[in-house]
Structures are given as C-alpha cells and as structure tokens.
C-alpha cells in the first residue's frame, strides 16, 4: 500500500461530536482540544516527483474560536507511518511541542469512520479525542 492510499482512507469531512470521549491527563491544556461542533476537512497532498507520495492536510472550522490548536492543526503535515498519520513537533506555544497521530478506528464500509487523534506533548503528557464523519 503507498503513502497515497492510506491518506485516501483518511480523506473527508469530520466533526467533534462528544465531548465526553476526550482523554486529556492535564486540565491546563484544555483549550486544546475541540469543543463539539468543530469540523475537519482532511485532504490528500502528493508528493512532487514521489510516485504513491502524498501527506495530509488539515483544515478546521471552528464557529466559536475555542479550539486553541486550529492554526497549529491547520500548518501541519501528516506524514504516513504505516497505516497512520502522524504530525511532529508541532509548536503549540514557546517551549511546548506536540506530535499528533490519526488513525481511522472504525470504518463501517459505507462511508461512516471514527478518528482517534493522539497527542502528545513534549512535556510527557497525553490525551486523545475522537472525531467522526
């Protein structure tokens, strides 16, 4: 399988529906985790001259302007790591950096998906959330 078909399994439109699935081990970084209602937008980018390259691309749609990590979502590249995206050192602030791992964990065949977004922080702590299309 290319870097291009596992992006394609991740491509389409997402939104944060539940809130009570988020994992977050520190309070303080609430800000950086969606509130329901926030949309993603994920495309597929080919590499150029890279026959199977691609990475992917984020775009959110955030109405109330709560989801501190937009922009840092929005600059990243998601490279392929066997059937994952991941996106490394992110900068959310001076001195914090986050890498964030996508995988599609469920996918009923007929277009419905779930996506769990791990993240990790350079500072040791972790959370996840879940979005769906």
Known sequence: MTDEDVVKMFVGNYEQKDE????????GKDFYYPKEGVKLRIDKVPLTGVAGG?????????VD????AKLVLERAA????GNTLVARDL???P?????ETLT????DGHGHK???HALSFSDGKHGKWICEN
């Open 104 to 107: 599609i964990t469920k996918d």
């Open 95 to 99: 001195g914090l950096l986050l890498t």
């Open 114 to 116: 779930e996506m769990e």
């Open 91 to 93: 900068i959310i602030e």
């Open 20 to 27: 009570e699935k988020i994992e977050n081990e520190d309070p």
């Open 54 to 62: 691609a990475y992917a691309k984020v775009t959110v749609t955030d």
């Open 65 to 68: 302007g709560t989801f501190g």
């Open 78 to 81: 998601f490279r392929v790591v």
